[in-house]
């Protein structure tokens, strides 16, 4: 079988597109978190900024009903992602394996955890890149994904009016 007859998809149709007030909504959700971890970073002169935050934002704004966007896989999915990084990091060095390894091994606890999030799963490519030093999980990891979760829960109660969280 050609490498393009296994490649083809199954001819599914797109999903539906949300209604614009969604979409208004989640945006305004995003601007807001971001807003506010990159203004207490100013205010504090710590970094509360990970680059993953921005996908973070589309899970809990656009998607809030997933178990990828509960507060329990916001929070210990960064922090698991964050600490494999760093434990590989200063186990090994900045070497492509050990990156890969603590990316696959961030991975693995999230699932054996129960707190897969999609986003964190960069946060070990994210450490080996910048070389952090172990506040890096207090800061912008743990305040941070706390943060986004704070504005998650007041935002989508309070403002979008649905149940979030859906569990703890």
Excluded: E
């Excluded at 998809?9 to 969604?22: E, I, Q």
Aim: charged fraction near 10%; charge should be positive.
């Amino acid at each position: 079988m050609s490498l393009l007859k296994k490649l083809k998809s199954d001819k599914a149709g797109l999903p539906p597109r949300p209604a614009f007030k969604s979409v208004a909504l989640a945006w305004l959700g995003a601007f807001l978190a971001i807003a506010l971890t990159s203004t207490m970073s100013d205010a504090l002169a710590v970094s509360l900024v990970l680059g993953s935050f921005g996908a973070t934002c589309v899970l809990v704004f656009g998607f809030p009903d997933v178990a990828f966007s509960q507060p329990r896989n916001v929070i210990a999915g960064h922090l698991v992602s964050s600490m494999s990084g760093l434990l590989f990091l200063s186990a090994f060095g900045a070497h492509w394996w050990a990156m890969a390894a603590a990316v696959a091994t961030a991975l693995a606890l999230m699932l054996f955890l129960r707190v897969v999030h999609p986003p964190a799963g960069s946060n070990p490519v994210i450490i080996f890149m910048a070389l952090p030093t172990w506040k890096f999980l207090i800061f912008p990891t743990l305040v941070g994904s706390i943060l986004i979760v704070a504005v998650a829960l007041v935002y989508n109660k309070y403002v979008r009016k649905i149940n979030y969280p859906k569990y703890w």
